[in-house]
C-alpha cells in the first residue's frame, strides 16, 4: 500500500485510540478483525471508529496499519539489505520451482518499502506531534 501523509497520521491516531479503547476486549482471540467485528459488540464499535477515521472498514485500516508499521521498522532497523540477500538466494536456487520462486520473491519484495512510504514516515519521525506516538509502535513490536 502507497501511504499519503494523510493515511499515515489517521491509521496512527486510530491505532493509538484502539489499542487504549479495546485493550480490555478479546481481540487478539479472533484470526482476523472482521470476525472480531463480525461477532461482537465491541468489534462493531471498534468498526465505527475505523470508519469514524475515514477507512472503509477494518481491513483497509489493518493494511494501513501494518504498512505503517512495517515501513517505520524499515526506517529505525533498516533490513532491506537482508531481503535483497534472501531474494537473490531465492532467485539462484535451482531446487526450487519457479511458482514457488515467484511467491516469494514477491512477498520478500512486499517487506520493502516504497520510497514514498519512507519518506513519509521518516517526515512523520521528524514531527514534534507524531514522532513521539510512532515510538509507541515500537512497544508493540517487542
Same mark, same amino acid.
Given at each position: 500500500?502507497?501511504? !499519503? &501523509?494523510?493515511?499515515?497520521?489517521?491509521?496512527? *491516531?486510530?491505532?493509538?485510540?484502539?489499542?487504549?479503547?479495546?485493550?480490555? !476486549?478479546?481481540?487478539? =482471540?479472533?484470526? @482476523?478483525? =472482521? #470476525?472480531?467485528?463480525?461477532? !461482537?459488540? /465491541?468489534?462493531?464499535?471498534? #468498526?465505527?471508529?475505523?470508519?469514524?477515521? %475515514?477507512?472503509?472498514?477494518?481491513? /483497509?485500516? @489493518?493494511?494501513?496499519?501494518? !504498512?505503517? %508499521?512495517l515501513?517505520?521498522?524499515?526506517?529505525? +532497523?533498516?533490513?532491506?539489505? *537482508?531481503?535483497? =540477500?534472501?531474494?537473490?538466494e531465492?532467485e #539462484?536456487?535451482?531446487e526450487?520451482?519457479?511458482d514457488?520462486? +515467484? $511467491?516469494?520473491?514477491?512477498?520478500?519484495?512486499?517487506?520493502? &518499502?516504497? /520510497? @514514498? @512510504? $519512507?519518506?513519509?514516515? =521518516?517526515?512523520?519521525?521528524? #514531527? &514534534?506531534?507524531? %514522532? &513521539?506516538?510512532? $515510538?509507541?509502535?515500537?512497544?508493540?513490536?517487542?
Amino acid at each position: 500500500m502507497e501511504l !499519503t &501523509p494523510d493515511i499515515a497520521r489517521r491509521a496512527l *491516531d486510530s491505532y493509538i485510540l484502539a489499542k487504549t479503547k479495546y485493550a480490555d !476486549t478479546d481481540l487478539d =482471540q479472533y484470526e @482476523n478483525l =472482521q #470476525d472480531f467485528v463480525d461477532q !461482537t459488540e /465491541d468489534g462493531k464499535k471498534f #468498526d465505527a471508529d475505523v470508519k469514524a477515521a %475515514g477507512f472503509a472498514n477494518v481491513t /483497509d485500516w @489493518n493494511l494501513a496499519v501494518t !504498512t505503517l %508499521g512495517l515501513t517505520y521498522a524499515s526506517i529505525t +532497523d533498516d533490513q532491506t539489505s *537482508d531481503l535483497e =540477500q534472501q531474494i537473490k538466494e531465492v532467485e #539462484d536456487d535451482k531446487e526450487l520451482a519457479q511458482d514457488m520462486k +515467484d $511467491k516469494m520473491v514477491k512477498a520478500l519484495k512486499a517487506l520493502i &518499502p516504497s /520510497d @514514498n @512510504n $519512507k519518506k513519509i514516515i =521518516q517526515d512523520m519521525m521528524d #514531527d &514534534p506531534v507524531y %514522532g &513521539p506516538k510512532l $515510538k509507541q509502535l515500537d512497544v508493540e513490536e517487542e
